[in-house]
């Protein structure tokens, strides 16, 4: 137990959250792409709230915020990332970042606390997080574009006013681990009656870019026989993605088409082009490998076809467990302020924690998301389950200081 609980301030907590809520308010969500002008506002507002808890705070030139506590001693870093995916939820990423300010500002001491860019991948997942833990070369940052509209990501940082910034790098030793808090984004703990997830582990996630070549003709003038639609060959090889994943999966995994653009997109006109990004994810990286390899046959199967198909790899990221540890200090934590409302549980989705996790501890900690929504602008959780959230979390950082 600790020595002094620390003392949340719930309203302060949630005063920020709706504040941050505004840059890029989109319905009842957040529209705040990374690097856009609203993202870069909400980074520059989330460093004067950092300062203003004593922090000495640095926006490095991948866009990371960083708010450093001054003292000797014990120290634990707290985070999670404040852009969004397109027209999507309040709290993805939100939560952590203001529930690790607000615990920095109880503690008075001990606690850094980052806003990690781009973990949702506009220019390439986990950016921030992963440029933070050395696995970001300069030369990744001049060949990395939007997934989106294909823009560079120098010429994105130029625009937000970081190009020639210095990038953070972790300090060897300054932390006892990395801390997460997140929205759950799944229904599990809102069917179970339960307020607060223990992370286990976090899946990996594969993600590819397939692309097919064909030739672009008259939609009424040209023969079945000897068309080169790539549109048809693109749905073919969904297809039997479709067929095949089902019998060499596990349980718990899934895999997505996500966006799909046939060129030059017109009813008339046979696609001569087509682009689909595709991703799957599991726990177990022999399950990640076994999906690829079925993958690349199938692509290969596509060449055999009328159209050119090529498979694009855009990234991989490793499944992690969490530091037992941390999962004892926060379910020690949970069962003191939630008695039989919490339980243990993997991560279906990626966190910027599992990158961390590959230099340091590193532990999670979900609050219910209603519904089970997100990736969406409706995504919510019940005010008193994101004060909850942070009380825990605080008592386990304090346990994890205090040890
Ligand atoms: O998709 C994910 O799991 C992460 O939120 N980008
Ligand atoms: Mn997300
Ligand atoms: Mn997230
Ligand atoms: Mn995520």
């Not at 870093?77 to 529930?99: K, M, R, Y």
């Not at 995994?253 to 030059?264: E, Q």
């Not at 989705?349 to 609050?367: E, K, S």
Request: hydrophobic content about 45%.
């Amino acid at each position: 137990m600790p020595l002094s609980p620390p003392a949340i301030d719930g309203a302060r907590l949630l005063a920020d959250l709706h504040r941050l809520r505004a840059f890029g308010a989109y319905r009842t969500g957040v529209h705040r792409p990374t690097f856009s002008p609203v993202d870069m506002e909400a980074r520059h507002w989330l460093a004067g709230r950092m300062r203003e808890a004593g922090l000495a705070v640095e926006i490095d030139g991948i866009g990371n915020v960083i708010g450093r506590a001054s003292g000797d001693g014990p120290r634990l870093l707290l985070g999670s990332h404040i852009e969004t995916q397109p027209q999507a939820g309040w709290l993805d990423g939100a939560l952590g970042v203001i529930i690790g300010l607000e615990i920095a500002r109880a503690l008075g001491g001990g606690v850094d606390v980052a806003a990690w860019a781009d973990e949702e991948g506009h220019y390439g997942s986990f950016l921030g997080s992963r440029s933070f833990i050395g696995d970001v070369t300069e030369a990744d940052i001049d060949a990395a574009r939007n997934r989106y509209d294909g823009i560079p990501l120098r010429e994105a940082l130029a625009a937000a006013g970081l190009a020639g910034r210095p990038r953070a790098a972790v300090e060897p030793g300054r932390y006892l681990g990395y801390l997460e808090a997140h929205i759950e984004q799944g229904d599990e703990l809102e069917a179970k009656g339960l307020r607060i997830g223990v992370v286990t582990s976090i899946v990996g996630i594969w993600q590819y870019r397939v692309t097919f070549e064909g030739q672009q003709n008259h939609a009424g003038t040209t023969r079945m026989a000897i068309r080169r639609d790539a549109g048809a060959a693109l749905v073919r090889l969904a297809a039997a993605i479709e067929r095949d994943f089902p019998g060499i999966c596990d349980p718990r995994s899934v895999w997505t088409v996500g966006r799909i653009t046939l060129d030059p997109g017109a009813a008339s006109i046979i696609p001569g082009g087509a682009e689909m990004l595709f991703q799957f994810r599991d726990a177990d990286p022999e399950v990640l490998a076994r999906l690829e390899r079925r993958l690349q046959e199938l692509v290969a199967d596509a060449n055999a076809g009328p159209c050119r198909a090529v498979l694009h790899t855009i990234s991989r990221s490793i499944p992690k467990v969490m530091e037992p540890r941390f999962q004892d200090a926060l379910e020690g934590a949970a069962t003191r302020l939630a008695p039989a409302l919490h339980q243990r549980m993997p991560s279906g989705a990626g966190h910027d924690a599992q990158q961390l996790a590959r230099v340091m501890p590193a532990g999670m900690l979900f609050v219910p998301s209603i519904g089970g929504i997100s990736h969406h602008w409706s995504e919510d959780t019940a005010e008193p389950d994101i004060v909850l959230g942070c009380q825990v979390m605080a008592h386990a950082v304090a346990d994890l200081l205090d040890a």
